[in-house]
Nanobody, 115 residues
């Protein structure tokens, strides 16, 4: 079992920045890829970014160049640095981890981008 807890969300103006974190605990020794997703009201959950155990990152077209995913293996934490935020980035952001073929989700953290 793996537990994930997101934090760092909040209200920010367009063009601003936020850094999200996702702390992992439990049986994390077999944990593989980790991901950020987001879900806006009335919309399907959308993949945002992923990072491999070696640190290779991939991004959705909508966030590439603005968001950066990273990980701190020593702290069992991944991050999502979000810059140049737009109102369309408003969503609940979820962390996902894959371990032993199973997916684990955090509870989500709200990001609101508004003037």
């Amino acid at each position: 079992q793996v537990q994930l807890v997101e934090s760092g969300g909040g209200l920010v103006q367009p063009g601003g920045s936020l850094r999200l974190s996702c702390a992992a605990s439990g049986d994390i020794f077999s944990m593989n890829g980790m991901f950020w997703y987001r879900q806006a009201p009335g919309k399907e959950r959308e993949w945002v970014a992923s990072i491999s155990p070696r640190g290779t990152a991939l991004y959705a077209d909508s966030v590439r160049g603005r968001f950066t995913i990273s990980r701190s293996n020593a702290e069992n934490t991944i991050y999502l640095q979000m810059n140049s935020l737009k109102p369309d980035d408003t969503a609940v952001y979820f962390c996902k981890a894959v371990s032993s073929g199973l997916s684990y989700w955090g509870q989500g953290t709200q990001v609101t981008v508004s003037p």
